[in-house]
């Protein structure tokens, strides 16, 4: 059974940093891909950054990039995302995902199988 549990959320100031942590049982990193993907009060769900299963590549959305850092830990099953000089409008329940996920759909939020319950980001001063 996959279960994918995030954690790290909280209130920062705008420029402050936070680092979310997903913790994944029943993935294997290897064999799924992994993403972050965040939704604001009355917007869609949108793509925050990507890995590969094969964990040579990451991809970033466009408002995120050189601000965020995704990485992951094999030997521990977890998967971060580093997040440097937030904005408000970082402002967002974060969610991982997991799936088997071809390169060309990592952004796209429906390919992906599992999910977790999110966590809050609140940049606000």
């Known amino acids: 059974q996959v279960q994918l549990v995030e954690s790290g959320g909280g209130l920062v100031q705008p420029g402050g940093s936070l680092r979310l942590s997903c913790a994944a049982s029943g993935v294997t990193f290897g064999q799924y891909s992994m993403g972050w993907f965040r939704q604001a009060p009355g917007k869609e769900r949108e793509f925050v950054a990507a890995?590969?299963?094969?964990?040579?590549?990451?991809y970033y959305a466009d408002s995120v990039k050189g601000r965020f850092t995704l990485s992951r830990d094999k030997a521990k099953n977890e998967m971060y995302l580093q997040m440097n000089s937030l904005t408000p409008e970082d402002t967002a329940v974060y969610y991982c995902?997991?799936?088997?996920?071809?390169?060309?759909?990592?952004?796209?939020?429906?390919?992906?199988?599992?999910w977790g319950q999110g966590t809050q980001v609140t940049v606000s001063s």
């Open positions: 995902a997991a799936g088997r996920v071809i390169t060309s759909s990592l952004t796209q939020h429906n390919r992906y199988n599992y």
């Open positions: 890995i590969k299963s094969s964990g040579d590549s990451t």
